[in-house]
Each structure stands twice: as C-alpha cells, then as structure tokens.
C-alpha cells in the first residue's frame, strides 16, 4: 500500500501539489488570525501614568457596584463627581496636596513666530492642568520655567517655545497665552500646564486630590459612602486618561480576530475541502482500473485516505510554519493601522498551531471521504463508464446536509424579524448569518451550476461558431471541474457582498435616522471638549433662533435581576428639544419629561409610560424616575433622554438651533458664525452636521477590508490551483480539438472562454446569495420603521469579480499553452 501511495504521488504530482498548496495557505490563514486572536487574551501589565510619582490620589469613583443575586455587578461612569470642597480641606489638613483639574484645550492661530520656524501654533485635542500637579506624572521642565502670572502656561515641546504667544481655545473661550516653558511630551496626553488661579477660573471643580499622606489617615479623612476613591499603587491607573483604553482596544482586536478567523477559517475550510474532493474525483478511472485489477472497495478507500493523511500532514506542517512567519507580520500591519494598541504584539502560544495542523488534517480526509467513498461503491466497468462524463448528481448526505444548513439559516432569518429585528444589526449577526446561506448554496453547487452556466451561455451558444457551444458543453460535461472553481468565487463574492453590503446598508440607515430626527437648521459641537457657555448665551440672546443646548451623559440599569447595562444619554431641556428635534416617540410625550422622570426606548425592560425605573446616573447617583416618553429602537442609537439636573458633570457637547418662523434665517445664521468665531465654536448646517458625523469609517470596515483581502487573497490561490490542476486532465481534449481542425489560438480562446463563463457562474450566484442577505437586512429596517435603501458595495464586488476572472483565465490558457507545444497525436493517444 505504501509503495502505490508514494507511485501515486510521484505521477499524480501535479493535481496532489495543487492540493498541498491550497490546504498549506488554509492552515497559514487558520494558524496566522489563531495566533493573534491568543494575544488579545491578555495584554502586559499597565502601570500608573498621569499620577506615577504621586502617594495617594482621591477622586471620584469611577464605577458603580450593584449587589444581585449572580454576585456583585459594575458598570462604568462616564462622569465621575468631583471632590467637595470640604473633603480637599480635611485633606491638606493631613499634609502637602496638590489640586487637580482636568480640562479640554483646543490650538488656534497665533501671530508671532514660534522659535525654529514654527508657526506658534498649537494644534489637536489637550488637556489643561494647574502646574502645581505636574511633579505627580512627573513632567520636568526642558527649558524656561513655570508659568506664574495670569495668561502663563508650559507647553509640551514640540507645540511651542518659551517666549511665543499662542491661542488656546479653553472652557472660557479662545485667548492669548504666553508660553515660559516647555516639558517631555507624555505618550498619554498632550498636556497643558496653566497657574493654579488660571485652571480653578476655567474649571472650578477638582477632578482629584494628590495626598503627600499615609493611606490610612486619607481613607479615614474621605469617609464610607462619601462616593470618592482613594488610590495608591496600580489603582491609581484608574485615575489616567482613559484608563481602559488598552482593555477596550483588546477587546476591539479580539473581535475584530475573531470574525477574521471565523470567516476566513470557513473560506479556507470550504475552498480546501472542495479542491481536494475535486483533485481525488479526478481519478476515478484509475480507481476504476484498481477494480479491474481486483483491489477491493476497501482497499481503494484505504489508499485515497493514505494518501490524504500524508499530503494533509505535511500540508498542515507547512502552514503551521506560515502562520508562524505571517503572524507577527499581521500583528504588526494592525498596529501600523490603529487596530491594535501600540504594545500589541505575537506571543508564545502553542494551541492556535494544534488547532490549525489538526483542522487542516481533518479537512484533507473530509474532502477525500466522499469521492473515495463512491469510487469504491462503483463496478469496476461502471467506474471507467462513470469517469468520462459527471452526472451531476449528489449524494444523499450532501442533499440533506445542504438541505438542513439552508433551512436553518432561514429559520434563523425569520425568526429574528420577528422576535429581534434589531439584532440582526448587530455586526456579530450579520458577519456570521450569512455563513448559513453561503454554505448551503455551496453544497447544492453541482446541481445549480449546471442551469445557470446554461442560461448565461443561451445566447453566445445561439451566436455564429463553435466557441459558445462548446464552453457550454464542456462546463456542462465537467461538472465537478465547474463547480470547483465556480466554488470559490461563488463564496468571496457572497462574502463581499453581503459584509460590505450589510455594514454600508446599515451605515446609510443610522445616518438616515439620525439626519431625520434632528430638525435644527444649525447645529453647534466642540470637537475637543465642551461647547462654551459664552457660545451657548450669544446664541440664545439672537433674535428669530430657539436654541437646545444637550449633554452627553449615559444612564445604568438592571435588567432582568442580574444583568448591569449602561446606556448613553442625553440631558436637554424637554421644551427646546421639542422644537429642534423630531424623535421617534412610541408612547407618552417627550414634553411629559421632567427632573422625575426618564425617556427610554423599547429595548429597555421596563418600557410603559408611567412605570419607574431604578436607575444609576452617570456621576452613580442612584434615582428612581417615572418613564415620561417610550422611543422606538431604530437603528440602535436611540438612547435615553434626561433633564439636565440628572447630568452633574457633564458639560454642553451640542447646541441645536432652529430659526423661527417668520424670522430672517440669513441674520441669524451670519449672527450664529460670529458668536462661533468669537468663542471659537464650530457652526454647521443640519446637512453638513450629519455628513460629518455619519457612520462609515472605523475599524468594522477597516476589519473587513482586511478579511476580504486574505479571504480573495486565498481564493486567487485555489482557483491557480484548480484551473491547473483541471487543464492537466483535459490535454487530450484539446488535441482531439487540434487534430479536428482547430488553431492553437482557438484552444486558447475556449480554455479562456470557459474559465470566463465559469467565474461568471460562480459570480452570479454568490450575489443571488449575498441578494437574500441584503434583503433580509432590508426587511430587519422596515420592522424597525427606519427607511433605507440597499446599499450594494459594486466597487468591492468589481474587484472579487475581476481579479478571479484574470487568475481563471491565466491559469486556465497558461497551461493549455504548454500542452499544445507537444504533438496532438501523441497528446490524443497519452494515457489518461
């Protein structure tokens, strides 16, 4: 047995390479996304920054702890509450303190000349700060010294020099400030250091309290129940900017791995699986003459899985050794990208390389279990018969198993409008549904090929020559050659269509609603930080604009007795929001809202006017209010709405302004541009604002830019493989077209003829498939009232289409072209 297996492969290398290459690229993709899905699990320890050399910080607690029957339950504030005065006092009662207070700081323009030709110009989103904490990171001074007079500050090198006057645009507005020293830029923060009278003027409240004492003697000056945390050793990295920055970016990489190494581990598996069923259903005649020599049934299915295993183990050992290589490399193109954190690397994990190298074996004998399978069901003559022309038929298991995943994704599919239309928004639905579908059309494939590949070849069969005719009598004759290449188009293109499709349908439908429920002519926002109050007095003092001026806060609840969900919100007046805003509101009225009461949407649990709801306020404050309003769930992004006495902390981040009836929009709007130069607030129409702050970009579409590229990647390498290995059994083909006349030329035109009609195949029906998830998508919008129209990602499916019909058709004449250089009529007697 071993010596037939080792001639097998010596004289069947061509079909058995082809086979090798595409099962060791499937194990490289499984074992690359693998090893750096292993490194999201758990990131390097993270040490203090922003309070590094300080003892002991108090500052607000940044969180809310629930007790429920499941345990302790926390959630995140998104405005933890200041330090009461009182407590800073009792504080320096203990020893030396230094006040905190954090601000937003904006550049713009200066009129003189920064040193070493700078332009004097401060730039980008910073952080204010009195100078007395600097010594808490530590910042140190480079050059100059600290700022001591009214309008001083220390700038980060690189933003100025000591002597420049620069305009930083602050809580108080924009203003000229002169710059007398500069420090060390800090990887976390672009700082600005102001007096200690200059940051308590721009932000009144202390945000926390360095504490030169023993951490006993603080917790006691603090007290229980008083809301504030006090910090010493790594818990001070709860008081860094944006302390869960690396966390959150793990979990972002880890999903965004995950739906990378799911869908291209089922790319991979499904193409490999299809090759090498393909290359083993290549030699049925010569297991026919196996049967004829007396091997039993048993003897061919054992020397097809032994040579399976062995090209399946040192396929799945070359790819371990890609992933190997290709891993760091990934690593690092997502870091270059802004995926991953900077520190995000590749580390010492073994599993992922097991996962892959057994996949990968398993995949090669799954992929030889069928054909070998009825190749050694055949007669020996029925064999020889059956090896000249497919059937087309399937066998039962392939019939119910596609059966079963098509009606499951269906079923799926109805179920979720009916019971969940909104979660089938949710990316890890609709990267994962469509699996479902793709895989069951892809089972059917040798029976849909067939009266596809003959409705799109109707006409040119019809036309003047033999070329149409027969492309679609060989594809037709050779279906399992047709169906092997159309395989992967067929799910790249569904794949392509339906991701992309799905994320542009739903991006259109958020910035459709969003467009739709604001009805201010001009909308006021401060990129950097809070819209000043000056802005928001200016605006209210011109004449013919009613203006609401919003905060961004956010709201916890428990659900169900165990669940702790946060959501955001936003604190208006329920007056000035009415007449700016148009909100898709169920039941009750958004003008009920008042300091008792609360507006939800339908995805909240308790959800009827005129119930109460526990609930913890973003400073964790916790409150009991009435529901006043009930708002439909969209698209997901209607949150929660307040009155403004529930958002201590949060400052003003828009301001939305309708023009009057009867009022001179012109006037008002010229008066609205001016109070924004003036405060250096940014005034945008309606339309502008919801361009600006349409979905689109990210990291989901940057994620499956780059599943598609290794998914399209992969499939280019299949069809090289397949269109090889197919030509190599059709050279006798094209010598009994030679030897009936035809021209080199003409062999060449119908092999690239027929690789085109083939991808035109698989094309065609990957976008039937990615039509019904679209549209199921679509259906998903209509049940939530929001109207959208089908985006369709043509640029994304132009390039699949193209790049697989040049590979088919490259790979499809290149080896043709080697064939016909040997004589035909020695090609037409060769054995097969």
Not at 160 to 184: E, H, Y
Not at 518 to 541: I, L, N, S, W
Not at 692 to 709: D, K, Q
Request: aromatic share 4%; charged share 20%; net charge positive.
């Amino acid at each position: 047995m071993l010596r037939l297996v080792l001639h097998g492969l010596r004289t069947r290398w061509v079909t058995l390479a082809g086979s090798f290459l595409a099962l060791a690229l499937g194990v490289g993709i499984v074992a690359t996304t693998g090893l750096a899905l292993a490194a999201t699990f758990a990131g390097p320890p993270q040490a203090p920054e922003r309070f590094a050399a300080a003892p002991v910080v108090v500052r607000g607690e940044d969180e809310v702890r629930v007790r429920t029957p499941a345990g302790v339950r926390t959630q995140k504030l998104t405005d933890p509450r200041p330090v009461p005065a009182a407590v800073a006092a009792r504080l320096a009662g203990l020893g030396r303190t230094e006040l905190d207070r954090t601000f937003a700081v904006s550049g713009g323009g200066a009129d003189g000349a920064a040193s070493g030709g700078a332009s004097g110009r401060a730039s980008g989103a910073m952080a204010g700060h009195p100078w007395s904490v600097a010594a808490a990171t530590p910042y140190r001074l480079l050059s100059g010294r600290a700022p001591g007079a009214p309008g001083e500050v220390v700038v980060a090198a690189g933003t100025g020099s000591a002597g420049d006057r620069i305009t930083l645009t602050t809580p108080a507005g924009p203003g000229r400030w002169t710059v007398t020293g500069t420090v060390r830029p800090a990887p976390f923060e672009h700082a600005v250091f102001f007096t200690e009278a200059d940051a308590a003027r721009l932000s009144p409240d202390i945000d926390a309290v360095v504490v030169h004492a023993g951490p006993a003697k603080v917790r006691a000056a603090v007290g229980e129940g008083s809301g504030l945390a006090v910090l010493t050793g790594d818990d001070r990295r709860r008081a860094d900017p944006d302390p869960d920055r690396d966390a959150e970016a793990l979990v972002s990489v880890n999903a965004l791995l995950g739906t990378a190494a799911g869908i291209t581990a089922f790319v991979s598996v499904f193409v490999v699986a299809s090759t090498f069923s393909f290359a083993v259903a290549q030699r049925r005649r010569e297991f026919g003459l196996l049967r004829m020599a007396g091997a039993t049934p048993g003897q061919v299915r054992r020397l097809v899985y032994a040579e399976a295993a062995l090209v399946g183990v040192l396929a799945s050992a070359a790819g371990c050794r890609l992933g190997l290589s290709g891993a760091p490399r990934l690593a690092h193109r997502m870091v270059q990208q802004g995926l991953a954190p900077a520190w995000f690397a590749v580390g010492d994990q073994n599993w992922p390389l097991h996962t892959a190298f057994w996949t990968g074996l398993a995949v090669a004998l799954t992929g030889a279990v069928a054909a070998a399978h009825r190749a050694g069901r055949v007669r020996p003559a029925e064999a020889l018969r059956d090896a000249a022309v497919d059937s087309g038929t399937m066998p039962p298991v392939r019939v119910v198993l596609g059966a079963a995943v098509l009606l499951t994704g269906a079923v799926l599919v109805v179920l979720g409008l009916v019971q969940d239309p909104a979660g089938l928004l949710k990316r890890k639905t609709y990267t994962t549904q469509p699996m479902l579908l793709i895989t069951g059309c892809a089972l059917f494939a040798p029976v849909l090929v067939r009266p596809a590949l003959r409705l799109l070849t109707w006409l040119p069969a019809r036309l003047p020559g033999a070329t149409g005719l027969l492309v679609r009598e060989n594809a037709s004759a050779g279906l399992r050659r047709t169906a092997a290449v159309a395989a992967p188009v067929l799910v790249t293109v569904a794949l392509a269509a339906s991701l992309m499709g799905t994320k542009a349908t739903i991006d259109a439908a958020k910035a459709a609603e969003a467009h739709g429920q604001v009805t201010a002519d001009f909308v006021a926002t401060e990129e950097h930080g809070d819209v000043p109050q000056e802005f928001v007095d200016r605006a209210r003092r011109i004449e013919g604009a009613r203006v609401s001026a919003s905060r961004a806060t956010s709201v916890t609840v428990l659900e169900e007795g165990t669940a702790l969900i946060r959501s955001d919100a936003r604190a208006v007046d329920p007056a000035d929001a009415a007449a700016v805003s148009a909100l898709p509101v169920v039941a009750g009225r958004l003008t009920g809202l008042d300091d008792d009461s609360i507006v939800v949407n339908e995805e909240w649990e308790t959800h009827r006017v005129g119930e109460r709801v526990r609930v913890w306020l973003g400073d964790g404050r916790e409150v009991t209010l009435r529901v006043a309003a009930v708002l439909a769930t969209g698209t997901g992004d209607n949150g929660v709405y307040l009155t403004p006495r529930h958002a201590a902390g949060a400052g003003v981040d828009r301001v939305e302004i309708a023009v009057r009836a009867g009022a001179d929009r012109r006037a008002v709007e010229r008066e609205l541009r001016a109070a924004g130069r003036v405060t250096g607030t940014e005034v945008l129409t309606r339309d502008a604002w919801a361009a600006a702050g349409a979905p689109g970009g990210g990291s989901t579409r940057t994620g499956l830019l780059m599943i598609l590229a290794i998914a399209l990647v992969y499939t280019g390498i299949a069809l090289a493989n397949t269109q090889v290995m197919a030509t190599a059994d059709r050279v006798r083909d094209f010598a009994v077209l030679r030897l009936a006349g035809a021209t080199g030329a003409q062999v060449l035109r119908l092999a690239g003829a027929e690789a085109l009609a083939v991808v035109a195949v698989g094309a065609g029906l990957g976008g039937a498939v990615a039509a019904l998830n679209l549209l199921g998508v679509r259906a998903a919008l209509g049940r939530l009232g929001v109207p959208a129209a089908v985006v369709v990602p043509w640029e994304a499916v132009a390039l699949v289409v193209a790049v697989s019909a040049a590979l088919a058709v490259v790979f499809a004449v290149l080896p043709a072209s080697f064939a016909l250089r040997t004589r035909p009529v020695e090609l037409a007697g060769a054995r097969a």
